[in-house]
């Protein structure tokens, strides 16, 4: 199920990316002479990396996840919620933002939560909302 959410990521951000760029129109697509091959088009390697940085986050996200055990009071599965909420649609509910504010501090929030603050660097952190934010 993770694999095929994470495919599903890589594709998306493949077509987004794809789409981003100068519009040409059909009348100005440019000749090729006789002794010229045509070209097919390709991502620049600026997408190409930014589409293997996210997924990189998203991946590291995951495994943040599993090694804070964040599972164990969460589900990212449609099972019943745990002792927390149940998060498998998370990211199509709460922007990354609120996700980042509520996991580094969630008493200061809800004082009375159960949920302990993040332990770990900005970067995983980042990693681990985006991988929640891909769980739509």
Same mark, same amino acid.
């Given at each position: 199920?993770?694999?095929l ?20 129109? #059909?009348?100005?697509? #440019? ?46 599965t449609?099972?019943? #919620? ?13 922007k ?25 660097? #900005? ?14």
């Amino acid at each position: 199920m993770q694999s095929l959410r994470l495919s599903i990521i890589i594709t998306l951000l493949g077509i987004l990316l794809s789409a981003c760029g100068e519009a040409v129109s #059909p009348k100005a697509a #440019p000749k090729i002479n006789s002794n010229q091959k045509p070209t097919e088009p390709t991502t620049s390697k600026a997408q190409s990396d930014t589409v293997a940085e996210a997924v990189d986050s998203v991946a590291k996200g995951e495994k943040l996840f599993q090694s804070h055990r964040c599972w164990f009071c969460h589900n990212v599965t449609d099972a019943p #919620p745990k002792l927390g909420p149940n998060l498998t649609r998370v990211g199509a509910t709460l922007k990354k933002p609120a996700l980042v504010t509520w996991i580094k501090n969630p008493k200061a929030i809800t004082p009375d939560t159960k949920m302990p603050d993040f332990v770990g660097t #900005p970067a995983e952190l980042d990693q681990l909302v985006d991988y929640m934010i891909s769980l739509k």
